[in-house]
């Protein structure tokens, strides 16, 4: 286990969904997060005390975790005078990016000189194997979304709160390295062998109790050419029975491809839909999740009820206002 609290290293993210990371882990497990240390030019902010190293240690934070989603999931150089002086300090390193600390000879050397770890999120717990396609006992529900980072994870993990509190048994299933660092465990999906995709989704939902619902963290978009294909390995692995169609409404473009524009939530639908019943022809469409963090209370208002009208759907923005009506839509 990596030990708690953290400290969020921010770095120089260039924007504040480039720390998609930290928002995560600040917004759902706040307890585990002292403090956030920035560099200079980053425009990320969770609004948490700005701590240096040696602060953060007194503070008693354990483990500092690189909170950063960049594209390509590198580690900076620019980032390892710092990781060097925490880790002396006696913080452990947690990052999900690709780019793997152990990989990384100056920060090996001084993890072992100060008898620290160094903790790899984003490298599969096990071997996985092949999807099998098998139905499976109990039910599942997938956030599939226009785009990137439009709130999949948190429409997973609200699902999962709203239901426990209604004492529904409901499990949330991360395939993300945010997610494995909010709960502890999962799969860090897209660092898995394509092949074995599906597989490790299905081995993550295995059976359950008819009435058990697994809430499954939604990655990428099957519009993304960058990153639909870990997305279509959650719909034919989890077997969805009900789908959560998430958006963003302030996106101009995808993320990272400006010559790439968002499809509309009908086709997210008709798309998601189509895919879904390769593996479950039964699956349906429970509501429709919108980020409105860019939007004022009567603007969200505002959008929300056209979009619900428009598609026959609840509409909500589950952080904002809860999952309940998301629930509600499950059959």
């Given at each position: 286990?990596?030990?708690?609290?953290?400290?969020?290293?921010?770095?120089?993210?260039?924007?504040?969904?480039?720390?998609?990371?930290?928002?995560?882990?600040?917004?759902?497990?706040?307890?585990?997060?002292?403090?956030?240390?920035?560099?200079?030019?980053?425009?990320?902010?969770?609004?948490?005390?700005?701590?240096?190293?040696?602060?953060?240690?007194?503070?008693?934070?354990?483990?500092?975790?690189?909170?950063?989603?960049?594209?390509?999931?590198?580690?900076?150089?620019?980032?390892?005078?710092?990781?060097?002086?925490?880790?002396?300090?006696?913080?452990?390193?947690?990052?999900?990016?690709?780019?793997?600390?152990?990989?990384?000879?100056?920060?090996?050397?001084?993890?072992?000189?100060a008898g620290r770890?160094?903790?790899?999120?984003?490298?599969?717990?096990?071997?996985?194997?092949?999807?099998?396609?098998?139905?499976?006992?109990?039910?599942?529900?997938?956030?599939?979304?226009?785009?990137?980072?439009?709130?999949?994870?948190?429409?997973?993990?609200?699902?999962?709160?709203?239901?426990?509190?209604?004492?529904?048994?409901?499990?949330?299933?991360?395939?993300?390295?945010?997610?494995?660092?909010?709960?502890?465990?999962?799969?860090?999906?897209?660092?898995?062998?394509?092949?074995?995709?599906?597989?490790?989704?299905?081995?993550?939902?295995?059976?359950?109790?008819?009435?058990?619902?697994?809430?499954?963290?939604?990655?990428?978009?099957?519009?993304?050419?960058?990153?639909?294909?870990?997305?279509?390995?959650?719909?034919?692995?989890?077997?969805?029975?009900?789908?959560?169609?998430?958006?963003?409404?302030?996106r101009t473009h995808?993320?990272?491809?400006?010559?790439?524009?968002?499809?509309?939530?009908?086709?997210?639908?008709?798309?998601?839909?189509?895919?879904?019943q390769v593996v479950?022809?039964?699956?349906?469409?429970?509501?429709?999740?919108?980020?409105?963090?860019?939007?004022?209370?009567?603007?969200?208002?505002?959008?929300?009820?056209?979009?619900?009208?428009?598609?026959?759907?609840?509409?909500?923005?589950?952080?904002?206002?809860?999952?309940?009506?998301?629930?509600?839509?499950?059959?």
């Amino acid at each position: 286990m990596i030990p708690t609290p953290y400290l969020l290293f921010l770095g120089d993210a260039p924007d504040p969904l480039a720390a998609k990371v930290a928002q995560g882990i600040r917004d759902w497990r706040p307890e585990n997060a002292v403090g956030q240390f920035r560099m200079e030019g980053c425009r990320a902010d969770m609004r948490l005390p700005d701590m240096e190293i040696a602060e953060a240690v007194e503070a008693g934070a354990k483990t500092l975790v690189i909170g950063v989603a960049n594209r390509g999931g590198v580690i900076s150089k620019g980032w390892i005078a710092v990781l060097k002086e925490a880790l002396a300090a006696g913080m452990d390193v947690a990052s999900g990016l690709h780019n793997l600390l152990r990989d990384e000879p100056e920060l090996v050397a001084a993890a072992e000189a100060a008898g620290r770890t160094l903790h790899d999120v984003r490298l599969p717990p096990k071997p996985y194997p092949i999807a099998n396609g098998k139905r499976r006992s109990g039910k599942r529900c997938l956030a599939i979304g226009t785009d990137c980072s439009v709130g999949k994870m948190y429409t997973a993990i609200a699902m999962e709160q709203e239901m426990r509190a209604r004492e529904m048994k409901a499990t949330f299933r991360p395939t993300g390295q945010t997610g494995i660092l909010i709960t502890g465990s999962g799969v860090p999906l897209d660092a898995v062998v394509a092949d074995f995709m599906a597989g490790a989704v299905e081995d993550l939902t295995p059976d359950n109790d008819a009435d058990h619902w697994d809430l499954i963290e939604g990655q990428g978009s099957l519009f993304h050419a960058s990153f639909s294909g870990v997305t279509l390995a959650l719909v034919h692995g989890g077997q969805p029975d009900a789908l959560i169609l998430a958006h963003e409404p302030t996106r101009t473009h995808m993320r990272g491809l400006p010559d790439y524009q968002l499809p509309s939530l009908e086709e997210l639908r008709d798309v998601g839909l189509r895919l879904a019943q390769v593996v479950n022809p039964d699956v349906y469409v429970a509501g429709i999740s919108v980020n409105t963090a860019a939007l004022d209370e009567a603007e969200a208002l505002e959008y929300l009820a056209g979009v619900e009208a428009r598609m026959g759907l609840p509409a909500v923005d589950p952080f904002r206002q809860g999952a309940g009506r998301l629930v509600d839509g499950l059959r």
